[in-house]
């Protein structure tokens, strides 16, 4: 199962997503990332990484996360897997999304 966020390039607006437990099969709740510390992002296309500036919860309680990026950080348009990683209140280190499921980030031309 794939979600493609859509990003025009040059562009830097906020990205939410929420994110699920793999057991969640309706999909009608967020993970609780009450008290989840030390979140990062980072976005992968042909072999270029990009990190967000910014990983924060948004919403704890239904697993929002917002994804914050420079201007440039995406100069060039692509398919991305992103890739987001926290530690639990429990101290255990979660990487999202988990094995078999993708999250993809589609640039697209600059609007001139």
Do not use: C, R, W
């Amino acid at each position: 199962m794939s979600k493609i966020h859509s990003l025009v390039l040059g562009s830097n607006a906020s990205i939410l997503v929420q994110l699920y437990a793999v057991d969640d099969d309706d999909g009608s709740n967020g993970i609780n990332l009450t008290g989840a510390t030390s979140m990062s992002a980072k976005a992968e296309s042909n072999g270029v990484t990009v990190s967000f500036t910014t990983a924060a919860i948004e919403t704890a309680l239904t697993g929002i996360v917002k994804l914050d990026y420079a201007t440039n950080s995406f100069s060039n348009t692509g398919t991305y897997d992103i890739q987001i990683q926290f530690t639990d209140s429990d101290s255990k280190v979660h990487i999202y999304p988990s094995e078999g499921y993708t999250l993809k980030l589609l640039v697209k031309e600059a609007i001139t």
